[in-house]
């Protein structure tokens, strides 16, 4: 059987996914990248080896996410997507109508427009990452509540507080400053939560025309709350897919079938023997210019496989 | 020899073969700053007030790595370049804030150049800058003319050949022929960049982002060319009259490109530049109508090159899986 893995690392959580021919999901992993992306893809591959089927023959395999360069190098994929292309693709799958996809995942946030199966046009998050999976996470620690219970505690709420939206540091004081005041924690994180989507809003969605049907994936998909408060903003029907969280690996796997079926090309991929492989990751600082570059560079047994980081491209040729 | 020095910053990349030509009859010699780097950025930074613009900021960096290396610095005050056009706030008081922030900085010569005062105002202020090099009145009309003819030669050479303003540069001021851009054999697709020249040209302040284009398989249309006549007649189609004289290029080439259908057009800007943020919606608007993919970018002082990179792929890629070009 031919199948396919996606690899989206993400700035917050790691995701993996193993795609039939059909696109049906045979084996897939959602981990905490905590800081630490070599090895959370190493664990990552680990995992979905326990669970693949034995007659699975792995035929592409494509990264995607923050630190899809970084993956790409070492499972060498054969594929290295942005996200954006790898989402609206897993998208206009699981909701073949879909013309409008929001996507909030840990550190950005994006909008992308279909129209007749067509990407056509999308928007991402600036100058900042407010009002994302991160900062949710971090007010629901300070309020010392589970994130998985956020989206409970918001759909309690019968008088949400209205919170500033524009900025997590403003929204953080406006959200003590409530809370001393005596209003329920229900309706201060529905506020939270009304703030985030209007901040997407005027932000990511400005100017961008939003049409039914609507797809909401990336973690934050998971909070009842902010799906409520898409809901009430924009009043349309919110479609969550099966696997919001993995939509990203599930594009990416997708778009390798397609590659690969182009291509006719045999895989690169080194196998799952990865995670046996001792990466190492350092930087240096490059002295050739006044600029004075951080590159960073990752090497296996010796031997440099990328660097990334300068202003110029002198240390990104690596002989192979 | 007095030394004249110019940054290489802000309006550099559309007057300077002008300037060399005009103080090197003079008989000055001309010092340019180094290319952009982080050491004149950081320069910049240090002194500038926070809400100028990066370009200003890296402008005022690059006029104090010049300290000490001329005599006197060349900062003109581009005021307007037409009837009822004017240029930003910032590049008016470009002169005044140098001198304000940099104290240490050699004598500035800062003619004002502002047509919407007249011809006769305009020659008074270059004969009077003309005049700390020379007391002779034939010789600074001499400098005039070759300035002049530099500066159509220069203008000629980008649209007439296709290339950038550095290209020309290159060419016109150091004799190099041997072109580096658009070696890009076989285009997948045509992508039109519009924005400031201080801004596409800057390669530290934009991250290498047109060579990064090229690199994804697009051939790149700039600003500079489409012949001079084409930007006006385009821009003046669009918003009848402009009010801000180096906006005519922007929405002038935005238009001009739309019209000729190319495959996809960027608007690379930087953050907090209020002309832009006016004038460059009248393209994303028109680009809308005409079904042309269209991207916005706001640059600041990011060193991290990653989310610019997401946003110019996934822009690719829409245009090719519209197109069902695949790869």
């Not at chain 1, 540091?169 to 409530?178: L, T």
């Not at chain 1, 408060?229 to 099966?242: D, K, L, Q, S």
């Not at chain 1, 050739?288 to 990334?308: D, F, H, M, T």
């Not at chain 2, 943020?277 to 970018?297: D, G, Q, T, W």
């Amino acid at each position: 059987m031919k199948t396919y893995l996606g690899i989206d690392v993400g700035s917050v959580t790691t995701k993996l996914a193993l795609l039939d021919e059909s696109n049906e999901i045979l084996a897939s992993t959602y981990l905490q990248t905590q800081g630490n992306p070599v090895d959370m893809i190493k664990q990552g591959l680990e995992e979905v080896k326990k669970q693949i089927p034995l007659e699975a023959e792995i035929c592409g395999v494509a990264t995607t996410g923050s630190g899809r360069a970084l993956a790409g190098v070492m499972v060498s994929a054969d594929l290295v997507k942005n996200e954006i292309t790898a989402h609206a693709v897993a998208a206009m799958h699981c909701v073949p109508e879909v013309q409008t996809v929001f996507e909030i995942g840990g550190q950005d946030s994006k909008i992308i427009i279909i129209r007749d199966g067509v990407v056509i046009d999308f928007g991402m998050n600036s100058v900042c990452a407010a009002g994302t999976g991160s900062f949710l996470e971090h007010q629901a620690e300070r309020l010392n509540i589970k994130i998985e219970d956020f989206g409970e505690y918001a759909l309690r709420s019968k008088n949400p507080a209205r919170i500033a939206g524009r900025c997590t540091v403003f929204a953080e004081s406006d959200m003590i400053h409530k809370q001393q005041m005596g209003y329920p924690i229900d309706d201060i994180i529905y506020g939270l939560s009304q703030a985030l989507v209007r901040n997407y809003l005027n932000n990511v969605a400005l100017g961008k025309e939003i049409r039914p049907k609507l797809v909401f994936q990336g973690g934050v998909a998971f909070n009842k709350g902010i799906i409520k408060a898409i809901n009430e903003t924009f009043h349309t029907e919110v479609y969550v897919p099966p696997h919001n969280e993995l939509m990203g690996a599930i594009g990416a796997a997708m778009l390798v079938r397609e590659e690969m079926k182009n291509d006719g090309h045999r895989t690169k991929f080194k196998g799952f023997g990865v995670s046996q492989i001792e990466f190492q990751v350092s930087s240096f600082i490059c002295k050739a210019c006044p600029n004075l570059c951080e590159i960073s560079q990752i090497s296996a047994n010796g031997k440099v496989l990328a660097r990334w980081g300068g202003r110029c491209d002198m240390w990104e040729r690596v002989e192979k | 020899m007095i030394r004249v020095g110019i940054p290489q910053a802000l309006l550099y990349y559309q007057y300077f073969p002008m300037w060399k030509a005009f103080f090197g009859t003079l008989g000055a010699e001309v010092v340019v700053s180094a290319p952009t780097n982080k050491t004149i950025l950081n320069l910049g930074v240090s002194r500038a007030v926070a809400d100028t613009c990066l370009p200003v900021k890296i402008f005022l960096g690059h006029v104090i790595s010049l300290i000490q290396k001329c005599d006197c610095i060349f900062v003109p005050a581009v005021t307007s370049l037409g009837k009822k056009t004017y240029n930003c706030s910032k590049i008016i008081g470009l002169p005044n804030m140098t001198r304000a922030l940099i104290p240490e900085c050699p004598i500035i010569f800062d003619p004002e150049i502002n047509l919407e005062k007249g011809r006769y105002y305009l020659y008074q202020n270059i004969y009077k800058l003309g005049r700390n090099f020379t007391s002779n009145p034939f010789k600074i009309k001499e400098a005039v003319e070759d300035a002049w003819k530099s500066n159509l030669a220069y203008q000629n050479k980008m649209s007439d050949k296709g290339i950038t303003p550095l290209e020309a540069i290159d060419r016109a001021c150091q004799g190099k022929q041997q072109s580096t851009f658009d070696s890009n054999p076989a285009p997948l697709l045509t992508v039109a960049v519009i924005g400031h020249p201080y801004v596409i040209y800057d390669d530290y302040l934009n991250h290498r982002m047109i060579s990064r284009l090229q690199a994804m398989g697009a051939k790149i249309l700039l600003p500079e060319m489409v012949p001079r006549s084409a930007l006006d007649a385009a821009a003046r189609r669009l918003v009848g009259e402009p009010h801000w004289s180096f906006e005519i290029d922007i929405i002038g080439a935005g238009e001009y490109y739309l019209e000729n259908k190319v495959d996809g057009l960027i608007n690379l800007s930087v953050f907090g530049c209020g002309p832009d943020s006016m004038m460059v919606s009248f393209v994303e608007h028109r680009a809308k109508e005409l079904k042309i993919p269209f991207l916005h970018l706001s640059l600041d002082e990011h060193t991290s090159e990653g989310g610019l990179v997401t946003r110019l792929e996934a822009f690719l890629d829409m245009i090719k899986r519209r197109q069902r070009i695949w790869v």
